[in-house]
């Protein structure tokens, strides 16, 4: 009897503790934003006009795509390409932006939806976006690697390139 008991406060401590750690996609006090996308700044940031409220620049969670041309520094092959993707995707469009709660150069964090469709992972699977492995929480980790797998496998977008630099290498060596 005091085994089961001893399993059944192992197995609520285990659950509890497995919620906490994923909570901060999943957290109720987190906003979801229903706007409009007026503007693409590149393949993984968006400007959303809010109805009623205030424009705000939407960096997607869990992906990063090719750099496009900046202040003299050269863009990376497909970075125009997951822009014009992204553009297709929703520019113009209602759509639903879970804030995250956090922030990259003045930027939001969020998880873009437009009916009902993830976004963020739409770029990845149709080859416009690496997964963001770093900082991927909760189920988001497997369902945007498996995108990104998928992706590889089938050649889409960047991944027609033999061996693509990943963004954040390609800024590490413009910095």
């Known amino acids: 009897m005091i085994c089961n008991k ?3 406060l192992n197995f609520a401590l285990f659950f509890f503790l497995s919620l906490y750690l994923i909570s901060p996609i999943y957290a109720d006090d ?5 706007g409009t996308v007026i503007n693409i700044i590149d393949g ?3 400007i959303i006009k809010p109805s009623g409220g205030k424009l705000f620049k939407c960096r997607l969670y869990g992906i990063d795509t090719p750099e496009i041309p ?3 520094n050269p863009g990376q092959p497909f970075g125009r390409a997951a822009e ?8 113009h469009t209602t759509v639903h932006a879970t ?13 873009v939806r437009r009916n009902g469709v993830d976004i963020n992972r739409e770029m990845i699977k149709h080859g ?6 770093e900082f991927l929480k909760g ?3 497997s369902e945007y690697i498996n995108a990104e797998k998928e992706a590889r496998k089938m050649k889409r977008g960047l991944w027609v390139q033999s061996n693509p630099q990943p963004p954040w290498d390609f800024r590490a060596r413009y910095r």
Not at 99 to 111: H, K, P, Q, V
Not at 128 to 133: M, T
């Open 6 to 8: 001893k399993i059944i």
């Open 30 to 34: 987190y906003k979801v934003i229903r």
């Open 44 to 46: 993984d940031t968006v």
């Open 70 to 72: 900046v202040d003299g």
């Open 84 to 91: 014009r993707k992204l553009t297709n995707l929703v520019l």
């Open 99 to 111: 804030l995250t709660g956090d922030w990259s150069f003045g930027r939001e964090i969020c998880i």
């Open 128 to 133: 416009y976006a690496w997964s963001y492995r």
């Open 139 to 141: 189920p988001y980790i």
